[in-house]
Structures are given as structure tokens and as C-alpha cells.
């Protein structure tokens, strides 16, 4: 029966774990821009690199 | 010759017809010079991505910006005010650009970098337009980044605003933190509590159930004593002031529950009632984040130091320019102010010719002439050419900006108390008398259950349910609205725009459309020839009636014109193909006729002949005479205007009441606070910013903006031009919010009552409790929500059109 502790208490760990991240996450604004990083997501690399990339190959 | 039309050049960079076909490289071409300087910067360091992305991204560089015009900010003390954070080597410091518009923008915004290699970082919100820039200090300036901005066509805007010592406008994310602590404690009590739940309170490993109990309360506290904080401080307050908020009996049955539950668990009597308390301190904190969010992209504040320039021309005694910043401006120092910018105080014309465009203003589109020796105002648009000025007032002191120095924006206005707090009052003085009754019944009868039912009424009856009803109500209702262009700053607007029983209209900008002024010609048929030599000749003007008659002729090519000659205030000549044209006044023209229309005319004589006239008239919003009678019903309706009344008989036929013209904007002010002396409340209409007093001491300020990424004056609610003519609708889905509230009411009193069944008997286990408590708050969600979604079906009906929230998706090419 003991192992039911161990196991709450690690369940407990990790939900804190989260909830520390969930914290995190508020306090860096990743909230804040909600819209930007969904077109910035598409942009293409920049030139230069893709300069390097043609000269690799 | 109608192909002729077909073959337009558009602009490469900014999609402009290219009237004039020599600036082009290579195969692209161009509109005008800046345009082209923009591409060949871009194209320099191979940023010519940015016109792969979208077509024609840029924004018409037509309009030059004089070369010194940020001479300012290399004044220390504003560097100190813009620039946020700044050590040895970084500056950050964030721009607000009106015209990013597109991806094409956020690209190269973002790549800055490349265009100045101590520009460290660009980062872009466009919800908000701002671009964030961290730089070099030792190698560039602020000045410097500024001008790479200007050049590339993104010019931030500065305002007086960007001075004040307001604290950073951060926004508050306590509550966020505050609602992820609490669902995660919320979430694990409800686990720990199913063991307690299944087996009713009769748990065979006692170990377990202790281990159970002490977890469950060591996750209550930061519930208790962190989220909860908030119900505790607004309690005692209202409490000191002698009044009872709703939050006082929720206080009341989360500190009672708490009390009891830590008694339980320490003397090991019972479970207790943490997960019930957790739970409903979880849900009202959704409820009120629900209903307090606001739109971050949106201002609702503003005043006109958003619209005044930070800088400004002085001109010293020697002749000498030199800027500075508006702030240290005094009376009797003369400046200078250059093409489109905003004249910061009330002035004399020096020198120059004025044509002074109060659109901000009044909403009035059309530009003002004004001569030398007369007295601008103060918040006017020069149009024209530069202009040297004498300031008479200081820039607070002005004519329209003094009106920001009355009460009504001194005192903070009155949110109104929400009336689900009136209603409290009543329910917790209800809630103490069955308390006490039932404490009475069991004095008499079995004495060791008073301490059990009392608590166990005071836990019960926490009108959670009650706030819940209120702030999903009005969350949603927000939602809904601003999904068709209604943008209220708060959940209290809707209930104060429920009570309203007047409305007062501005006339300019507001029932009239600001851009679109009819343009009728009136006479002989127009060949296409004609037209072109119209077009040409008006093409050279820059007064406001020929731009206006400009964009009304279809494009074609123009002609050169010879003997180009403008005289102020009459009219313009020249000569064009051997035709002599003149477009004018009456006076101008030599011709004595009586127009039965109002508004401006413009009359065209080519080769002495006269062939008509152009009549510009402001065109009233679509579906305006229906709204006003269908308002009439219900309202008092009445009409202010800052014009003088030459459109009064039109204007009559809507308005049965009061209309007033000449109004000045402490006159609008005044009208307001003298309707609500007599007990009315007021729901004020305006746009620019000469109404901003009156929409400030309304009830409901409501901004009509056709763009609603413009500025707009102080108000309560900003309300999409396009929505203008559902306004009635939009009203009536306002007023349905108490209904919606009201029912919802019965069905948590419903609950209340069936959990004070147990309570009064002194037998409410926790499994009753932990059931009770979320199924009433999940089903008064759900009703609020579902409810004032299915109303909002009244305004599909209507015709309302949902409009888009992105602001991208606004043909905002035309930005200021």
C-alpha cells in the first residue's frame, strides 16, 4: 500500500512542475502577442543562409 | 481610347496608379521619387523579399517628410522619456507605426538589422503596431533609427502622450496567475476528494484518509489565502464604507468554509469542505477575468496629448531653426509648422497660407482656409504649405485642449455600480435571517447542531451563483458585440447602456460619413476628352475641392497644363491642349447663378463656355432616417453640432427635439451634464475630438470610427462606422442582458434552496456540497452564455455583419 504514497506524492511533483511552467509562461508575455509568431512562423530563413545552404551543396 | 484606361501602371511598391511613367528600374515602376529611393534602399542589402510576400506591401511615399523633422529627439531629456530601458551599450525603445498593414511589414521590420547593423534586435506586435527595437547606442541614435524608419517608409508616430509620467500601462496578470493556481489546486482536491466521495465518508484505510485530509488542506492555503485575497480586501472595504457588496456574503461563506473544514481535519471529525471552496473561488475568478477582459489593441483613453506632436519648429529671433520639444513651447515664440502636421496651440497666421484640416477635430473633412492675422486653433492639420505661427495660448491652456482641465476629466467616472450589487444587499440580509432561524430551531430542539447548520447555511448559500450569472452574462455579451464592431471598455457599459433613455448625436463624423462626400456634376453630358482636361487641370490643385473632384473623375492620363494659375479662394485656371478652362466660384467664373444646392459647387467654364457644376455635399451614414425613427420610439433623441446650421431643415425632419448648432466643446459638455441635472441618462454619440468632453461626462460615450485602428477620443464604447445603422438592434441586445441575469437568478436560487434543504437539517455532507456547488455553477455558465448567444440571433436578423477582428484584413492601406 505504501507505493500509493509515493505515487500521489510524484503525481503532486509533476502537476507543480506544470504549473510552475503555466507561471513561467505568463511571466515571459507569451501571451502578450498573440498574433505576430503566427506569421513570423512562415517567414522564409534569411538569405544569407540560404547562401551557405547553395554553397554546401 | 477606353484601352488607354486599361494600361495603368500600378506603383511596384505601393500599388499606386503611376501617373507619371519615366521612374521605373528596369521593368518596375514606380509612382513617385520615394517609393523608388524606398526600393533601392531595400534592394541594396537584398531585402527585396519584402515584395515577394505580398504584392505591392508599401505605403505611397508621396508625401515626403522634411529631412530635419526628428532633430528633436537628440534632446536628452526626451531620449530619457521614450527610450525604457538603456545601459552601457543597448537602448530598448518601442515604436508605435500606424502603417504596418501587412506580413511584408512584420518581415522586414524585423530584419531591420540589415539595413543598420547596430540595430541589435526588432521584434514587431502587430495587434498592437508596435515594433520594439533594441540598438546601439555608441554607433547609432535614436534619431538615426528613427530616420532609417521614416525612410522606409514606416513612420513612427510620436505623440505628447509618449511624455507623460503615467506608470507603464503593464498589463495586470495577477489574475492569471491567481486562476492557474487555483485550477491546479482546484484539480487536485477534486482527485483526492473521489476516495471520500465513493465511499461516503467511511474510508477503510485510515492512513490514507489522513494523508488524504492533510494534502487536500496544504493545497487549499495558497487557494485561501493567495486567490481568494481579492473577495477578503473588496469585502472589508465595502464593509468600512457601510455598504454590503456581493462580495461580503462570498467572503463571508469562503472564510466560514474554511474554518470549518480546518477544524474537521485537524480533530479528524470529518472531510471537510476545501474542494467546494476551491471550486467556486476557481469559477468566480474565471467569471471575473471573463468579464474584465479588455482589448489590449484598443485605447479607450486617449486625450490630445495621443494627437499632439512632440516636436515642434521653433523659429528664433535671428531667423534660426531649432526643434524642440511641444512641452517647452511658450506664448509669443513663433514657430514654424511644415505640411501635415498638427498645430500644438492655439496661434496667429504669420505667414503663409493656411488650409487647416480639423478632421480630428470635428470630424469635418473638409479643410478650413484660414488667412494671415487669423487665429488658428489649436489641434488643425496644416495641409497646405509650411506656415509660421505666434503662439498666443499655451499648449494646455488652448481653446479645444483647456477643455481636458474640466471636472469631468479630473474625477474618475462613476463605473456605476453594478445593480447585481443591490440585489446582494437584500439576498445577504435573507441569507442571515435563515441562518439565525435555523440556529434558533435547533436551540430548541438539539442544541449540538447549531454550530453544524449555521455553518453549514452560511456554506451553502454563497451566492456564487449569483456573481457567476452577472460576469458570464456580461463576458459574453462583450464577445458578441465586438465580433459586430461594438467595442465596450466593460462589462458595466452594457448595464449602464441598458438604463440609458437619451441619446445625444454629434453631427459631423458622426451621422455623417467622414470620407465619402457625394460629388454630383450637374449640366451638360462630359465627353471622356473633357473629362480628361478636368482632370488634368484640378490634378495641379492642391486645395481640398479639387482632390476631392480628382478621386471622383475615373483615371486617365494626364495632360500638362500651361498657364497654370491658382487664385486663393476663387478658383484655378490654365490651359490645356489649347482648351482655357476655369473651375471655381460663381464669382470666379463671371457667371451669375442662383444653385438651389447646398454645400460647395464647383463650376467649370472651358473656352468661355459653361458646362456645369460640381456639387460636394456630406453625405449622411446609410440607414440613418430609418434608425433615428425607429430610436424615437424609445429615446430622446437630440443633435449637436459644431457646424453652423445651414443643413438645420434637413436635420429637422429627423430630430423632433432639441438641435443645437454652433456648439463649441465645453457647450457639448455642459448640454450633457444639464440632461443628466434633470435625471436622464445619457448615452453620447461623437467621434472627434471636440466631443470628448461631452462623451466623457455621458453615461455611455460611444466613438464612431470607420476605421477602428484611427484614433479615437476618450469613450466607453468604439463602434465600427459600418455598425452605425444596427445601432437600435445593437442597443435592444443590450438591454436584454438583465433579463438574461434575472433568470438566471431563479435557477441558482433554485439551487440555493436545495442545498439549504440539507443545510437548515444540519446534515450537508461534502459529497452534497462538492456536487451541488460545480453542477449550479457549470449550469449557469452554460445558461448565461447560451442565453445571450441565442439573443445575439436577433442581430443576425437585424443584418448585422460580423467583421473582422484581425486588423490586416481592413483595406487600411490608406493608415494615417
Known amino acids: 500500500m505504501s507505493v500509493i504514497f509515493i505515487l500521489i506524492l510524484a503525481s503532486l511533483m509533476i502537476a507543480i512542475g506544470f504549473l510552475i511552467a503555466f507561471i513561467w509562461s505568463v511571466k515571459t508575455n507569451q501571451y502578450e502577442d498573440d498574433y505576430t509568431p503566427s506569421v513570423r512562423i512562415l517567414f522564409e530563413n534569411d538569405v544569407k543562409q540560404d547562401k551557405d545552404d547553395k554553397t554546401k551543396q | 481610347m477606353i484601352k488607354e484606361t486599361q494600361r495603368i501602371m500600378l506603383c511596384y ?39 515577394m510576400m505580398e504584392s505591392q506591401p508599401g505605403l505611397s511615399q508621396k508625401t515626403q517628410v522634411r529631412p530635419d523633422k526628428f532633430v528633436f529627439l537628440d534632446d536628452d531629456t526626451l531620449q530619457l522619456k521614450l527610450i525604457h530601458y538603456k545601459d552601457k551599450v543597448q537602448s530598448h525603445v518601442s515604436f508605435y507605426l500606424p502603417q504596418m498593414h501587412c506580413s511584408s511589414c512584420i518581415w522586414l521590420l524585423e530584419h531591420l538589422g540589415k539595413l543598420d547593423k547596430h540595430i541589435i534586435r526588432s521584434q514587431v506586435n ?101 486567490s481568494a485575497s481579492e473577495f477578503f480586501v473588496s469585502a472589508w472595504k465595502s464593509i468600512k464604507q457601510k455598504i454590503l457588496n456581493i462580495d461580503a456574503p462570498i467572503a463571508i461563506a469562503i472564510l466560514i468554509t474554511f474554518g470549518r473544514s480546518l477544524y474537521e481535519i485537524l480533530s479528524q471529525t470529518g472531510a471537510g469542505y476545501l474542494d467546494s471552496m476551491s471550486g467556486i473561488v476557481f469559477f468566480m475568478l474565471i467569471g471575473r477575468f471573463f468579464q474584465n477582459k479588455t482589448y ?30 511641444v512641452s517647452n513651447l511658450k506664448t509669443g515664440q513663433r514657430i514654424k509648422v511644415h505640411s501635415s502636421e498638427i498645430i500644438p496651440a492655439d496661434c496667429i497666421l504669420f505667414l503663409g497660407k493656411g488650409m487647416i484640416d480639423y478632421s480630428f477635430v470635428s470630424g469635418e473633412a473638409i479643410p478650413v482656409e484660414k488667412h494671415i492675422g487669423e487665429i488658428i486653433y489649436a489641434g488643425g492639420k496644416q495641409t497646405g504649405g509650411a506656415l509660421e505661427l505666434e503662439v498666443v495660448k499655451d499648449v494646455s491652456q488652448s481653446y479645444l485642449t483647456q477643455l481636458w482641465n474640466n471636472d469631468a476629466f479630473t474625477k474618475a467616472k462613476d463605473t456605476g455600480k453594478s445593480y447585481i450589487h443591490s440585489i446582494s444587499k437584500y439576498f445577504t440580509l435573507v441569507l442571515f435571517s ?27 448559500a454563497c451566492p456564487c451563483a449569483l456573481l457567476l450569472s ?39 463624423g458622426t451621422i455623417t460619413q467622414q470620407e465619402e462626400s457625394a460629388i454630383t456634376f450637374t449640366g451638360v453630358q462630359l465627353h471622356y476628352e473633357t473629362i480628361q482636361l478636368i482632370r488634368s487641370l484640378v490634378g495641379q490643385s492642391n486645395h481640398p475641392l479639387s482632390k476631392a473632384i480628382l478621386q471622383s473623375l475615373p483615371f486617365c492620363k494626364l495632360i500638362p497644363v500651361k498657364n497654370y494659375e491658382e487664385l486663393v479662394g476663387l478658383g484655378i485656371r490654365g490651359r490645356v491642349l489649347d482648351h482655357e478652362i476655369l473651375m471655381g466660384s460663381s464669382d470666379f467664373i463671371n457667371e451669375k447663378i442662383v444653385s438651389t444646392d447646398k454645400g460647395s459647387n464647383v463650376y467649370v467654364k472651358i473656352d468661355n463656355k459653361l458646362l456645369g457644376y460640381y456639387s460636394i455635399q456630406t453625405t449622411y451614414r446609410p440607414g440613418l432616417s430609418e434608425l433615428l425613427k425607429e430610436l424615437q420610439e424609445k429615446y430622446d433623441i437630440s443633435l449637436l453640432s459644431g457646424d453652423n446650421n445651414s443643413e438645420q431643415l434637413k436635420l429637422k425632419k429627423w430630430f423632433r427635439s432639441d438641435l443645437l448648432f454652433n456648439q463649441s466643446p465645453q457647450d457639448k459638455l455642459n ?100 456536487i451541488l456547488m460545480p453542477v449550479s455553477s457549470i449550469s449557469i455558465v452554460l445558461f448565461t452564455t447560451g442565453m445571450s448567444s441565442l439573443c445575439s440571433l436577433s442581430l443576425k436578423k437585424a443584418g448585422l455583419k460580423v467583421i473582422n477582428k484581425h486588423p490586416k484584413d481592413d483595406t487600411n492601406h490608406t493608415a494615417n
Open chain 2, 470 to 508: 452577472a460576469t458570464f452574462t456580461n463576458g459574453n455579451m462583450l464577445r458578441i458585440l465586438q465580433k459586430y464592431g461594438f467595442y465596450a471598455r466593460n462589462a458595466a457599459v452594457i448595464e449602464q447602456i441598458s438604463e440609458a433613455d437619451t441619446i445625444v448625436f454629434d453631427k459631423t
Open chain 2, 296 to 325: 489590449n489593441t484598443m485605447a479607450f483613453d486617449r486625450d490630445y496629448t495621443s494627437y499632439f506632436p512632440l516636436g515642434v519648429t521653433l523659429l528664433s529671433e535671428n531667423g534660426m531653426e531649432e526643434q524642440i520639444p
Open chain 2, 13 to 51: 511598391h505601393c500599388g499606386e496608379n503611376c501617373e507619371n511613367e519615366t521612374i521605373h528600374i528596369a521593368e518596375k515602376h514606380f509612382c513617385c521619387q520615394g517609393c523608388k529611393t524606398v526600393y533601392e534602399i531595400l534592394n541594396k542589402v537584398e531585402l527585396c523579399d519584402y515584395y
Open chain 2, 434 to 460: 435563515i441562518a439565525i432561524a435555523s440556529a434558533l430551531y435547533w436551540y430548541v430542539h438539539d442544541a449540538s447542531r447549531i454550530w453544524n447548520s449555521v455553518t453549514s447555511v452560511l456554506i451553502v
Open chain 2, 126 to 226: 502587430f495587434l498592437k503596431k508596435e515594433v520594439s527595437i533594441v540598438f546601439n547606442h555608441q554607433y547609432t541614435s535614436l534619431r538615426k533609427v528613427t530616420e532609417l524608419l521614416t525612410a522606409i517608409g514606416y513612420e513612427p508616430h510620436f505623440s505628447l502622450n509618449n511624455l507623460a509620467d503615467k506608470p507603464k500601462k503593464n498589463y495586470d496578470k495577477t489574475r492569471i496567475y491567481k486562476i492557474g493556481v487555483t485550477g491546479f489546486c482546484f484539480g487536485n482536491i477534486m482527485l483526492l476528494s473521489f476516495p471520500e466521495y465513493f465511499s461516503l465518508g467511511n474510508m477503510e484505510e485510515k492512513d490514507l484518509q489522513q494523508l488524504f485530509s492533510y494534502l487536500i488542506l496544504f493545497l487549499s492555503l495558497p487557494v485561501f489565502f493567495y
Open chain 2, 671 to 770: 448640454y450633457i451634464k444639464k440632461l443628466q441635472a434633470y435625471g436622464k441618462k445619457v448615452i453620447m454619440m461623437g467621434d472627434g475630438l471636440n466631443d470628448a468632453g461631452a462623451l466623457k461626462q455621458s453615461d455611455v460615450g460611444i466613438a464612431v470610427t470607420d476605421n477602428i485602428n484611427n484614433f479615437s477620443p476618450a469613450c466607453d464604447v468604439i463602434m465600427n462606422g459600418n455598425s452605425f445603422s444596427y445601432f437600435n438592434p445593437l442597443l435592444r441586445y443590450c438591454k436584454q442582458n438583465k433579463l438574461i441575469i434575472n433568470m438566471s437568478f431563479v435557477i441558482s436560487i433554485a439551487y440555493n434552496l436545495i442545498g439549504l434543504y440539507f443545510a437548515v437539517q444540519g446534515q450537508l455532507k461534502p459529497v452534497i456540497a462538492a
